[in-house]
């Protein structure tokens, strides 16, 4: 009976894998409970504590998720990976952690206790927003929306789905903390930050940029102009990285508070596209 019972929960479990069903552990707060333990573990790394993000991976606490609606397709996520981004396969047949079915349904339960609606809502006007990014603001001059806009800083199409209103604040009001992550390889298990760099060539030359692209005995590095350069490190006068990002303070002397609101706000729009 006991090994009937057994096969008859994996059975469940698989069915609800699937998608045709819903998280069994849906409520339990002792699942919650074990799943903030095995969230600590697997997930804090990209996502932050708390769920909250931590530049390589997204708020998790927004109701509204970019990849996943119901339960189920969490449940996938998290066992399969999204392809050609830096969430990997964590299920048990995964190259991630090899979480079991129960363990991926109690981080589920764990992150559905942790979703909130008021960090998506903000105050600001999206049409002056958009004005300032595009212009006084000179956001745009390093980032791209929808595909206008520079190279030389992150793309933020995406960010306002992604990102609390709180995050995007800190990103403008103090970049460094927290370095955003920039292209993502397949070779590479994470993207690469945006460190700038400061290197100096065999003839004096000196080039002011972010690296998008660093091993051993090379780097690539994009300069204020967005013009790209592959440089050998062993023909180098010198090689200085930095994790002050390039991307200035803005201050409440540069934008107030209510202008900084009017941009969250319209890359809040853009992103919940």
Not at 115 to 144: I, P, Q, R, W
Not at 179 to 192: D, I, M, N, V, Y
Request: hydrophobic content about 35%.
């Amino acid at each position: 009976m006991a090994g009937r019972m057994w096969v008859v929960g994996v059975v469940f479990l698989a069915c609800v894998a699937n998608g045709l069903g819903q998280n069994p552990l849906a409520g339990d707060p002792k699942a919650a409970k074990a799943g903030e333990y095995e969230f600590r573990i697997n997930c804090a790394l990209c996502h932050g504590l708390g769920a909250r993000g931590g530049g390589r991976g997204p708020d998790l606490t927004r109701a509204q998720k970019k990849h996943a609606h119901a339960d189920s397709d969490m449940f996938q996520i998290i066992s399969n990976g999204i392809p050609g981004t830096a969430m990997p396969a964590n299920g048990t047949n995964g190259q991630g952690v090899g979480m079991t079915d129960e363990e991926i349904w109690q981080i589920i339960t764990y992150i559905r206790s942790q979703e909130v609606t008021a960090s998506t809502k903000t105050t600001g006007d999206a049409v002056h927003g958009k004005t300032l990014f595009y212009g006084d603001g000179n956001c745009s001059m390093c980032h791209m929306v929808e595909g206008k806009g520079g190279r030389m800083g992150p793309d933020l199409t995406g960010v306002g789905g992604s990102r609390t209103r709180e995050a995007m604040i800190e990103s403008i009001r103090n970049p460094s903390r927290r370095l955003a992550w920039g292209l993502t390889e397949a070779t590479k298990e994470f993207p690469q930050e945006y460190e700038s760099v400061i290197a100096v060539t065999a003839d004096g030359k000196q080039l002011k940029g972010v690296i998008l692209n660093e091993d051993s005995f090379s780097v690539q590095i994009m300069d204020s102009g967005e013009h790209i350069h592959l440089l050998q490190k062993d023909k180098l006068k010198s090689f200085k990285k930095s994790r002050e990002s390039a991307m200035p303070k803005y201050d409440p002397d540069v934008l107030s508070d209510k202008e900084v609101e009017d941009i969250v706000a319209f890359l809040a729009g853009v992103g919940a596209k």
